[in-house]
């Protein structure tokens, strides 16, 4: 990593984390926390009020996204969801909602205050099916073909390694699994000096990739059915965008070998980097339920 991407990536850490702050420190007033974003084209208002009411203040309060994910994912009782970049919660917390007990919701994020706000609001919520992971998402912490589906909410552009982003939620998802994803993405037309010229990175503009970019990203990493729908503008050219793709039911290359490991129960089987398909359950226990030949 570069010195000028270590510098991008702590500028937003540290504007999501002074976010986190804003939101907690909010919270003990006696009106509550106000909300962190109040443009009409990102945060808390491009959620139904149905939602919004459901859930703790201080997650909806630390809600930095530019669409709801989780209204066009199509999530289903049971399936394990992973939001990457999942700030305050408020997609996890609704995710969890969506696929109930028997399903898991998983967020992802890199900054210290925000899990902690998330944990706050986990708790806030009741939510029991819920987990927060301390991690970046160029390099997720769970086993390959894990997830149903994957959420993110403003989030992939921020990054500066997207093809390991995209990369990376290959690899987690399931065969057959998909991606239902709110984030800016530029008109074809626009260099990438004229993006910049729209909005700074950390505002979510000049690190947006084009439309044919980000469909050449994810064809790259093996996405299929791949969609990509404008929603609102949020800059000249500029706009919230709907991404929908899925990864195919028979996967070649390097996930190939993770899938023919799955009637044992774990990725590399048998070997130093073995780890359970439900990270929920330890290697030994997956195995033994699996009836797997190479136990021990």
Request: a negative charge; hydrophobic letters at 40%; charged letters at 20%.
């Amino acid at each position: 990593m570069n010195e000028q991407t270590t510098d991008l990536r702590e500028t937003v850490r540290q504007r999501y984390a002074a976010a986190a702050v804003k939101v907690t420190a909010g919270g003990t007033a006696c009106c509550g926390p106000e909300p962190v974003e109040v443009d009409e084209n990102f945060g808390s208002t491009l959620y139904a009020a149905d939602d919004r009411d459901a859930l703790p203040a201080e997650a909806v309060a630390a809600s930095l996204g530019c669409g709801n994910p989780t209204a066009v994912a199509e999530l289903r009782e049971g399936e394990r969801v992973l939001d990457l970049g999942s700030g305050g919660g408020i997609d996890v917390l609704l995710s969890a909602r969506r696929v109930g007990p028997t399903g898991k919701a998983y967020g992802l994020d890199m900054t210290e205050e925000m899990l902690a706000l998330a944990l706050a609001n986990t708790a806030k919520a009741g939510a029991t099916n819920v987990e927060f992971l301390k991690g970046t998402i160029e390099a997720v912490p769970l086993p390959a073909n894990t997830i149903d589906v994957v959420i993110s909410n403003c989030v992939i552009n921020l990054s500066t390694d997207k093809p390991s982003v995209f990369a990376e939620t290959f690899r987690v998802l399931k065969p057959g699994g998909r991606i239902g994803v709110s984030d800016v993405v530029a008109d074809d037309t626009l260099t990438p000096d004229q993006r910049a010229e729209r909005g700074d990175y950390v505002g979510c503009i000049s690190g947006a990739l084009s439309f044919a970019e980000y469909r050449a990203g994810l064809e790259a990493a093996g996405f299929t059915d791949i969609e990509i729908t404008a929603t609102h503008p949020v800059a000249d050219g500029m706009h919230s965008a709907i991404v929908r793709a899925t990864k195919p039911t028979t996967v070649t290359g390097p996930d190939a070998s993770a899938t023919d490991d799955s009637c044992c129960g774990v990725t590399d089987c048998c070997t130093p980097a073995e780890q359970a398909t439900d990270p929920s359950i330890t290697v030994s226990k997956a195995k033994s339920a699996a009836g797997c030949g190479c136990q021990g």
